[in-house]
């Protein structure tokens, strides 16, 4: 029979990540955590970039810059997995995506 728990994500080196309740003291926890801000900052990294080629595309093309419905399908993404909050960490995201503007 399997089993319906969510399966944690990979740590380094593809072990598993550690559970919160794995975390024996604050010295781990907090590398943990460091680890995870690590990630994230690599993670929006790569989503700048991805979003400077898109932007490029749609300039080639001749789309608009700011696609209002595709942001709001990011926002609500972040709200439905994170609540209210998510609202105003999918709108930084986007602010740091769209670059310099002049």
């Known amino acids: 029979m399997m089993s319906n728990a969510p399966v944690p994500p990979a740590g380094p080196g593809g072990a598993p990540a ?3 309740d794995d975390i024996s003291d604050v ?3 907090r590398r943990e ?3 995870i801000d690590a990630t994230i900052r ?4 790569r989503r700048i970039a991805v979003s400077k080629q898109v932007q490029g595309l749609r300039r080639e093309h001749g789309i608009p810059g700011i696609q209002y419905n595709r942001e709001n399908e990011i926002i609500a993404g972040y709200v ?9 960490i999918a709108m930084a995201i986007l602010q740091l995506c769209r670059g310099k503007r002049g």
């Open 42 to 45: 690599d993670l929006l990294a």
């Open 80 to 88: 439905d997995q994170l609540g209210a909050p998510g609202a105003d």
């Open 27 to 29: 010295a781990a926890g």
């Open 33 to 35: 955590l460091d680890a």
């Open 18 to 20: 550690p559970r919160p």
